[in-house]
C-alpha cells in the first residue's frame, strides 16, 4: 500500500531538485507559466476565515500587563500576532478602514503595531505622505483630519478583535539628540499627551484609558548609545555635550571608556524613564512600556521597562552607488546551517520580563520570502515568545493593492500572506508546544561592559549569531558560554541579564538534522544548499524547502511529494480549522506557494566574479524594473496522502476571496485513504480539504 503511493510519488516529482531546466538557487526564473492571483481585500467566510481566534472587542478582558515573563490579562496569557500598518497607511477612509480591519482579522492576526504615522517618509522607495502631525513645525500638535481617519480606524481594529501597539516616536529623526537635548524631549512629552489624552469619537476612550491599546513603544530604533558609537567627530559647539569622540575615546583608559559607558547607558535609561514616568503617572497608561529595540542600547538601559523588543530582517535591502537601485540576496534562510536570524533572536529574550519581536520580514524581491514568518512563528511559539509581528502589511495610503509598492508589505504579497494564517495557528492556538525546559545563559552587566570597552561595539549579536563558517564551534556570548547557535534551535533558551556570575553550557555534538524538544519542528540539511523547514503538529504542518524529490512525512499518517518548480522549492502549510485533527469530520486549509513576482518587473542578476558563467544571490532592483499589478505567482504541482478516508473526503480549488470554485478529485491509496493531486492547472495557491 505504501509502496504503490511513493512509486506515484517518486513519478511526479523527477527532477525536482533543479528542475528541468537546471535552475540554481539565485536564479530568476522567467514569468511564462505564472497566472495572476492577488489575494482579495473582500474575502469570503468560509475556509479561509480564522477571525474565531480573535476575542472581539480587543479588550474585552481588560487591560494587558505583566505577570512574571508574559503578557496577561483577565482571562490569562496573551500573545499577540500581529503586522505593522506603516505611514500613509494608519490613514484610510472609513469604509477602507472597515475592510482593512474584517481583512486582517480574517487572516488571523490579534495585534496592529500603528508605526511610522508620526511623519511618514520611506527612504527605499523615497515616497512621502501626510503623517498626523499638523505642519506647523511644532512636531506635536494633531492635524483634526488625520486624526478623524486614525480614531476610526482604531476603532475598526478593536470591533474586529485587533489590539493597538502604538509607536511615538518613529518619522521625527531626533537620531539619539533626544536622550540629552531637553527641548526634544519636551516635544516628546507634548506630542504623547496630545497624543493620549485625545477621546476617540468612535470609541469614547482616550488611547490611554482604552484596553484595546496592549503595548507602547516610545522610540523606534532610536538611542544616543548607538548613535555615538556611529560618531567619528562629536561636536561640542553643535549643542552635543563635552564628550570625546569615538576617535579620541578609542585613545583613552579603559577607565574612561568605561566611564563613558556608564554615560551613554544612564543618558538612554533616564531619558525613557521620563517618558514612562509621565505616561503612567501623569496620564494613567496601564499597559506596558518598552523604549526601544534592545540592541541599539546596553541591554542594563532597559532594565526600567517591561519587555523587551528586537527587530530582525533576513537579507534586507542595502543601498549601491545608484540612488535608485538596491540590492537584494536571494538566498533562502532554509539553506543557512546556523539558523539565520533566528538564534541571534533567541540571544535577547530575557530570563524575568516578555520579549517580542515587532519587525521581521524577509524583504521582497527575495524569491523566497514566504518561508520568513512560517519559520519565525513556529520558533516564537517554541521558544515561548509573547509577539511577532510583522513589518509590515503596507506602507501608503493605498489600501488596496495589486502589488507591492515597497520591498516591505505582505498586503499583495501572495505567497507569504497566503501562510499568515498557518503563523496564527502556530503561535496563537498555538499549535506549536512551548518546551516545558529552559536553559539559561548568565550575562553579567561587567563582562557586557569590558567587552564593549575592547572592542567599542556594543552589538551582542556578533557574538550571538553569525553567518560565520564554522561559528556553531566557537562561543555565543561574551560570557564563555559554549550554548552554540544551532543549540538555540532545538532548546528553549533566555539570558539573565541581571546575573553577577557566568553560566557555561557543555556544547552538543548535532548532525545535519535538527528536531527542537518535543520533535514537532525539524531543520533538515542531509543535502547541501537542498534543506527543509519541517513543522509537524497535530493541527497546523508546515514545509518550506527544497523537496529534492524526497518524500515529506507530515505525520499522522500525511505524506506528500512536490513536482518541478520554477525555484526547486515550495513552501506549504495544512491547517485542521477546528483544531480536531486531519482524519476527524472538519475543514482544512492547504496553501502551496512558490515562485511570485509583479508582471513585467525586471530582475539584473550580476554573474559571480569567481565564476562568470554562474549568477550571484544578488537580485538588483532598479525604481523602473519594479514592475507593476497584478502580482503573479506559480501553481505548485504536488501528490498528498491524507489522513482521512477518500470516501469521506472532498477538495475545491479556492479563488483569490477564498470561495470554492473548482473540484478537485480525490483518489484513494489500496488502503482506502485520500489520494489528492493539486498542480498548476487549478490557478489557486489554496485549497479547501472537507472531510465528512
Known sequence: MRTLFLLLCALLSAGAAYGQDGHRVGEVPSEEGLFPFVLSYDMARGATDYSFLLDVPAGKHGFTRVEGRHFVNDAGRIRFHGVNIVGGANFPTHEQAKRLAKRLAHFGFNCVRLHYFDLSEYRFRQIREKGILADDGTFCTLDPEQLDLFDYMVSQFKKHGIYINVNLLVG?????????????????????????????????LTLANDPAVALVELNNEDAIFKTYRGQADWDPEKG??????????????????????????????????????????ELGLKVPVVSTQVTYSSPWAFMDMDYFDMHAYWCHPS?????????????????????????????????????TVSEYNNPFPNLYGAEGQP????????????????????????????????????????????????????????????????????????????????????????????????????????????????????????????????????????????????????????????????????????????????????????????????????????????????????????????????????????????????????IHSRNEDWGHGPMLTEGIPATLKLASKARRTRCWALDERGKRIRRVPVGRTEDGMALLEIGPQYKTVWYEIKTR
Open 319 to 355: 543601498h549601491s552607488s545608484n540612488k535608485d537601485k538596491w540590492a537584494i540576496d536571494n538566498i533562502p534562510m532554509v539553506n543557512s546551517p546556523y539558523g539565520g536570524t533566528l538564534p541571534g533572536l533567541a540571544a535577547y529574550r530575557p530570563a524575568d520580563r516578555p520579549f
Open 172 to 204: 521625527r529623526r531626533f537620531k539619539g539628540k533626544n536622550a540629552y537635548d531637553r527641548t526634544l524631549q519636551q516635544k516628546e512629552l507634548d506630542y504623547a499627551r496630545n497624543l493620549f489624552t485625545h477621546v476617540n469619537p468612535y470609541t469614547g
Open 375 to 618: 519559520m519565525l512563528h513556529a520558533y516564537g511559539a517554541f521558544q515561548g515568545w509573547d509577539g511577532l509581528i510583522a513589518h509590515s502589511y503596507n506602507n501608503l495610503h493605498d489600501e488596496e493593492p495589486d502589488q507591492l509598492a515597497y520591498n516591505f508589505s505582505y498586503a499583495a504579497r501572495t505567497d507569504a500572506m497566503a501562510h499568515f494564517i498557518a503563523c496564527a495557528t502556530l503561535f496563537l492556538r498555538p499549535d506549536v508546544a512551548e518546551s516545558p525546559e529552559e536553559s539559561v545563559v548568565n550575562l553579567p552587566c561587567d563582562f557586557y561592559k569590558k567587552d564593549w570597552i575592547r572592542t567599542l561595539d556594543h552589538r551582542l549579536a556578533d557574538y550571538m549569531a553569525s553567518e560565520a563558517p564554522g561559528f556553531e564551534d566557537k562561543l555565543v556570548t561574551a560570557t564563555d558560554s559554549t550554548f552554540t547557535t544551532t543549540q538555540r534551535l532545538i532548546h528553549r533558551v533566555a539570558v539573565d541579564f541581571k546575573a553577577v556570575e557566568t553560566k557555561t553550557f557543555e556544547p552538543e555534538p548535532l548532525g545535519p538534522v535538527l528536531f527542537s524538544d518535543g520533535g514537532q519542528i525539524e531543520w533538515n540539511h542531509e543535502i547541501p544548499d537542498r534543506s527543509m523547514f519541517i513543522v509537524r503538529t497535530d493541527n497546523t504542518k508546515v514545509f518550506s524547502g527544497f523537496p529534492a524529490g524526497r518524500t515529506i512525512d507530515w505525520g499522522d499518517g500525511i505524506a506528500f511529494t512536490v513536482g518541478e518548480t520554477k525555484l526547486g522549492w515550495t513552501t506549504m502549510s495544512l491547517v485542521s480549522k477546528k483544531a480536531n485533527g486531519f482524519a476527524r469530520k472538519g475543514t482544512a486549509l492547504l496553501v502551496a506557494t512558490g515562485y511570485t513576482k509583479q508582471t513585467g518587473q525586471r530582475f539584473t542578476v550580476d554573474p559571480d566574479p569567481a565564476d562568470p558563467a554562474k549568477p550571484s544571490t544578488i
Open 240 to 281: 552635543e555635550p563635552d564628550w570625546p569622540s569615538i576617535k579620541e575615546l578609542e585613545k583613552e583608559s579603559e577607565e574612561r571608556k568605561g566611564e563613558m559607558f556608564d554615560t551613554l547607558e544612564a543618558a538612554d535609561r533616564d531619558h525613557w524613564n521620563r517618558q514612562r514616568e509621565m505616561l503612567v503617572n
